[in-house]
């Protein structure tokens, strides 16, 4: 009987680890102090898949995803209103099924800070 007990201490002790390991794990990162609209709107809906240097994340990876380099030259040289277009409606209409629209989440004013902000990307 005690040897029942001492297995089953041991059993949710080892879940509990377990589950708060993950939890730590799996907390998204917060932005900065002092960032601003646009970053903040980046770490809210977009560091999930594109990471926090716009080069993609362990967690995209996981689920076999390969987002777009946010901080490439090819994405700096893209026009504010194809980046626009693209958050907003999402990637299905050219050709990118993976990236999903926010154009219901997002306000219009809200979108173009965040593209100022994916500008600062491609800039670092």
């Given at each position: ?10 059993a949710?002790?080892g ?8 939890a ?17 709107l ?11 240097d ?14 777009g380099?946010l ?5 700096g040289?893209?026009s ?10 999402g ?19 809200d979108?173009?800070e965040?593209?100022?902000?994916l500008r600062?990307?491609?800039?670092q």
């Amino acid at each position: 009987m005690r040897r029942a007990l001492v297995v089953l201490v041991a059993a949710i002790a080892g879940i509990g680890v377990f589950t708060g390991g993950l939890a730590w794990l799996l907390t998204d990162p917060k932005p900065p102090p002092g960032a601003g609209r646009g970053e903040r709107l980046y770490y809210a809906y977009c560091i999930t898949c594109h990471g926090r240097d716009g080069g993609g994340s362990w967690r995209a990876a996981l689920f076999l995803l390969r987002p777009g380099h946010l901080a490439s030259p090819r994405v700096g040289a893209e026009s504010d209103r194809y980046l626009f277009d693209i958050v907003k409606h999402g990637g299905a209409p050219i050709g990118r099924p993976g990236m999903p629209s926010f154009g219901y989440h997002l306000k219009d004013e809200d979108i173009a800070e965040l593209v100022k902000y994916l500008r600062t990307l491609s800039k670092q």
